[in-house]
């Protein structure tokens, strides 16, 4: 069974500080990872997929199998990305219907 | 109104109710799913259609079902519901099917079963 876990319920950083979500998964096979985000009053949206090893908003995430991890990362926080962070995981790309499994979310709060 | 639009945006039902939530996408997708976010639990995905097409059903009770009329449209008609069923319901679209694609959510229905 396919596993997203969260660790971390809230996260708490100041303006300019890095900052790093967490997340694991458990599946056997290789999955497609993806972070999702939802601000204040606004509908959840994509943030970033590892399959685009691109950088959104400054936020980066590196698949890492050994570890069965898929951290988020900013170098810098700024008080706008406080929001709920979601990781997901889904089956191999065009191989399986969008079955996303996602994690409890994380909530961030920048101070500032 | 663009993407993913849910009605109605709150629901109260008692327990003995009939009731159905309604989304609709305005993307051309030709996937579409629906997700219930309860307070202590995570995202849970329920059904996807594909192509009008039931391809997923998530182990959910029977008081729920789902209905595609065509690739815009996405029921999610409600009987006998129980107290535990109260959460928000989101719905969500993608290009097709496949896990692939980016989901686009709805704002969700915010549901209170009493």
């Known amino acids: 069974a396919q596993r997203v876990t969260q660790p971390e319920k809230l996260l708490s950083v100041f303006k300019g500080a890095p900052v790093e979500l967490k997340c694991n998964y458990s599946y056997s096979g290789s999955p497609e990872l993806f972070w999702y985000v939802q601000y204040s009053r606004q509908r959840l949206q994509l943030l970033l997929r590892?399959?685009s090893r691109e950088s959104i908003k400054g936020f980066t995430a590196d698949l890492n199998k050994g570890e069965t991890s898929f951290h988020l990362k900013k170098p810098f926080a700024q008080e706008e990305d406080s929001a709920m962070y979601y990781c997901?995981?889904?089956?191999?790309?065009?191989?399986?219907?969008?079955?996303?499994?996602f994690g409890q979310g994380t909530i961030l709060t920048v101070h500032p | 109104e663009t993407g993913v639009t849910q009605t109605p945006r709150h629901l109260v039902m008692g327990m003995t109710n009939k009731k159905s939530l309604k989304c609709e996408q305005h993307?051309?997708?030709?996937?579409m799913y629906w997700y219930k976010q309860s307070a202590k639990k995570p995202l849970e995905l329920m059904f996807v259609y594909s192509l009008e097409e039931r391809v997923e059903n998530n182990s959910v009770p029977s008081r729920f079902s789902p209905e595609c009329p065509n690739s815009s449209h996405l029921f999610l008609h409600l009987h006998t519901l129980q107290p535990e069923d109260s959460a928000l319901y989101l719905c969500?679209?993608?290009?097709?099917?496949?896990?692939?694609?980016?989901?686009?959510f709805g704002p969700g229905t915010r549901l209170t079963v009493t």
């Open positions: 997901a995981l889904s089956g191999p790309g065009g191989t399986s219907y969008g079955k996303l499994t």
């Open positions: 590892h399959i």
């Open positions: 993307l051309g997708h030709n996937a």
């Open positions: 969500a679209s993608s290009q097709d099917g496949t896990s692939s694609y980016e989901q686009y």
